[in-house]
């Protein structure tokens, strides 16, 4: 049991309003430069949409993330040799377009325009070439389904669905997906990088770019499936999220969950057995993939695995916080936060609170219907998102979703005690009270669990320099 200690986050969907709080303090830090114009560490698209950059999960395009071949792991875009021969155009890179060109004004236009009979016009011009241009796509661009109706037939997990039915205006429904890095325990962006620049962080598994290294050779931009490692154009290197790795390292949470209006976020430490990850990333069918991700997860509490942990030189500071993190009660404990898109085998490290929506249709209480099954949202999208098609799961988190939302309202507002809609679902009133404490009105120091970094002398701080996400 080789047990390592990873930063991770969970996002209650929820609770998600799609304000883009989180967008904007980590785009004005991290990507407020020249060739980063375009890049969202972090954004938040509509779904039902094929988001940003276009298509972004439909892996029979852009060919990210893993596969089984003759029962055997490989990256699905192909391994060194398939590499070397590409290695002067990528057929599996998206273009700047799918991101979109990112655009500006002529905004002196407005000033230094003379007396004119009608107000003076500006129009967008290219911050790459500084040529006017037609803007067609943005990151945002499906917002609040906007031009769903085209977009939307595109979208993946209306697999086994008729998305006809979904995307006219009576059953049409939407929820916000915000996505950044997943910062995963089996990274296919660090297994597609020639040059090795790409790599998983040993104290807290963040995983960076070094940028001295970095060629920019972009086959980590491919090989990510998730399209979180973007190329700057400027300065010839591949930039992604670092999750804000300075402040991690002081203990403070990152930006994204800092200032998040709906308080979404739950960022923690987790530890885990390296030594099954390969096991997991290969389970067959994707089905399975959720429950072997699971596994990898160590119980902090358990004395064997505390005692481990720390003669592996994990520091006691993080044994202790991952004794108290947030993400490890909802995913590992609790089972109410899913990986995003597991198929891609790379064992992603956020996850996701799958949203309740509206009851769709009324039905008379003689009929005997799930009322999961009456949800706006359909089940099978959910799991074509979380769990791999794998609806199973979706409706066990549902149930319980549902069942602690009936046992607090009876508690609140019908003044009884309803422990029945707990039993249905697996869960105790403790348990309830636990969950509730944690989802609706956790302060701060619940959220967001962030152990400080264990700094050796100052010759080690020295040498880690040029390990660093930016030179």
């Excluded at 290695?87 to 998206?94: T, Y």
């Amino acid at each position: 049991m080789k047990i390592k200690a990873q930063m991770a986050m969970v996002l209650n969907l929820d609770k998600c309003i799609g304000c883009h709080t989180c967008s904007i303090p980590c785009k004005n830090v991290w990507t407020n430069r020249k060739g980063a114009e375009y890049m969202w560490f972090n954004n938040v698209e509509t779904k039902p949409g094929i988001g940003y950059p276009q298509k972004w999960e439909n892996q029979t395009i852009h060919n990210g993330g893993w596969t089984l071949k003759n029962g055997k792991l490989r990256l699905k875009a192909g391994e060194r040799l398939h590499k070397f021969a590409n290695i002067f155009h990528n057929p599996d890179l998206p273009t700047v377009e799918q991101y979109y060109e990112p655009w500006t004004y002529d905004y002196d236009k407005l000033i230094s325009s003379p007396n004119k009979r009608y107000q003076p016009s500006i129009r967008p011009k290219s911050q790459i070439t500084g040529d006017p241009i037609r803007i067609k796509w943005g990151p945002n661009w499906e917002d609040d389904l906007a031009g769903v109706s085209e977009t939307g037939i595109h979208d993946v997990n209306f697999a086994r669905l008729d998305h006809a039915v979904y995307l006219s205006f009576k059953h049409v429904f939407l929820f916000y997906l915000p996505r950044l890095c997943e910062h995963c325990l089996n990274p296919a962006c660090v297994a597609s990088c020639p040059s090795g620049a790409l790599y998983k962080r040993e104290e807290d598994g963040i995983v960076l770019v070094d940028q001295e290294r970095c060629r920019g050779w972009r086959y980590c931009v491919s090989g990510c499936p998730y399209k979180k490692v973007y190329f700057n154009w400027n300065t010839g290197r591949s930039e992604k999220c670092i999750f804000c790795y300075p402040r991690i390292e002081a203990g403070m949470p990152t930006l994204c969950a800092f200032s998040c209006v709906g308080r979404i976020r739950y960022v923690g430490v987790v530890l885990y057995d390296a030594d099954k990850i390969h096991a997991a990333a290969s389970s067959d069918p994707p089905a399975s993939l959720y429950r072997a991700h699971l596994d990898i997860l160590l119980d902090p509490d358990d004395p064997e695995v505390a005692r481990a942990a720390n003669a592996q030189g994990i520091s006691q500071n993080f044994i202790d916080a991952a004794r108290k993190s947030p993400v490890f009660k909802l995913a590992k404990t609790w089972e109410l936060a899913l990986p995003l898109h597991p198929e891609f085998r790379t064992l992603p490290m956020v996850w996701y609170i799958p949203p309740l929506s509206p009851i769709a249709e009324h039905v008379e209480p003689t009929e005997q219907v799930d009322a999961i099954d009456r949800l706006r949202i359909p089940v099978a999208y959910l799991a074509n998102l979380l769990t791999a098609g794998d609806e199973t799961q979706i409706r066990r988190v549902l149930k319980r979703l549902i069942a602690l939302r009936r046992y607090m309202r009876s508690i609140r507002v019908e003044n009884s005690l309803d422990e029945d809609v707990l039993q249905q679902a697996g869960l105790t009133p403790q348990t309830a009270r636990e969950m509730y404490q944690l989802l609706a009105i956790a302060k701060y120091e619940e959220r967001f669990v962030v152990p400080t970094r264990a700094v050796g002398d100052g010759m080690q701080t020295f040498r880690d320099q040029g390990a660093c996400g930016f030179s």
